[in-house]
């Protein structure tokens, strides 16, 4: 390996650069306008919450992730920022895992490379907004789905699609759009399901 360091040292350090990086200017500016929204809906009581965002454009699961964030760590905007840098820096690894899982530890490596250096990465991960959370639980949803559909153990597959469901559940409470990714996994079992069994077969055993 270059420099003497495998591919899980890459992710390590990358998934630690991208914390660093994260942590820096989260008080750049004051709480913006979709920002106070996030701040109106996590200050209701549950109930409210609820009742509100049905009429809303986004689902509950974000807002109810910040009130009770905030209920624990205090209600400054640094600390609600904090919320989406750990949900940032999460996706780092979790980008990472998947790059080596459909290709191999360098993929990986530089997946989570990208990912902890993309400005825009680093922009919603200082936003007090949904959008790194349901980039977070994609990614999981995505993994879990690979795993699920790839692995010839019962018992595994059965975790994996535990955690799949889990996971896409949670992005479409997390966000409507979220809709796009049950929808692609659909399409892509649908192609594979009408290729010739040679090529399902070559693709499972690279995966």
């Given at each position: 390996?270059?420099?003497g360091?495998?591919p899980?040292?890459?992710?390590?350090?990358?998934?630690?650069?991208?914390?660093?990086?994260?942590?820096?200017r989260?008080?750049f500016?004051?709480?913006?306008?979709?920002?106070?929204?996030?701040?109106?809906?996590?200050?209701q009581?549950?109930?409210?919450?609820?009742?509100?965002?049905?009429?809303?454009?986004?689902?509950p699961?974000?807002?109810?992730?910040?009130?009770?964030?905030l209920?624990?760590?205090?209600?400054?905007?640094?600390?609600?920022r904090?919320?989406?840098?750990?949900?940032?820096?999460?996706?780092?690894?979790?980008?990472?895992?998947?790059?080596?899982r459909?290709?191999?530890?360098?993929?990986?490596?530089?997946?989570?490379?990208?990912?902890?250096?993309?400005p825009?990465?680093?922009?919603y991960?200082?936003?007090?907004?949904?959008?790194?959370?349901?980039?977070?639980?994609?990614?999981?949803?995505?993994?879990?789905?690979?795993?699920?559909?790839?692995?010839?153990?019962?018992?595994?597959?059965?975790?994996?699609?535990l955690?799949?469901v889990?996971?896409t559940?949670?992005?479409?409470?997390?966000?409507?759009?979220?809709i796009?990714?049950?929808?692609?996994?659909?399409?892509y079992?649908?192609?594979?399901?009408?290729?010739?069994q040679?090529?399902?077969?070559?693709?499972?055993?690279?995966?």
């Open positions: 390996q270059q420099f360091l495998r899980g040292h890459w992710i390590l350090f990358f998934t630690l650069a991208g914390l660093a990086l994260r942590l820096q989260l008080d500016q004051p709480l913006w306008g979709d920002e106070g929204w996030s701040f109106y809906f996590a200050g009581s549950l109930p409210q919450l609820l009742a509100l965002t049905a009429a809303d454009i986004h689902p699961l974000y807002y109810i992730l910040l009130k009770t964030w209920f624990i760590v205090g209600p400054g905007p640094e600390e609600a904090f919320l989406s840098v750990i949900f940032g820096v999460a996706l780092i690894p979790v980008v990472a895992v998947l790059g080596q459909l290709f191999d530890g360098r993929v990986g490596a530089m997946a989570a490379a990208v990912t902890a250096l993309m825009l990465a680093i922009y991960s200082q936003e007090v907004r949904m959008y790194g959370l349901v980039t977070l639980l994609g990614a999981m949803s995505v993994y879990s789905f690979i795993r699920a559909t790839q692995t010839l153990k019962v018992s595994s597959s059965s975790k994996w699609s955690i799949y889990a996971t559940t949670a992005a479409l409470y997390t966000m409507y759009y979220a796009f990714i049950p929808l692609l996994q659909l399409l079992l649908l192609v594979t399901y009408w290729q010739p040679e090529r399902r077969a070559h693709r499972s055993s690279i995966w």
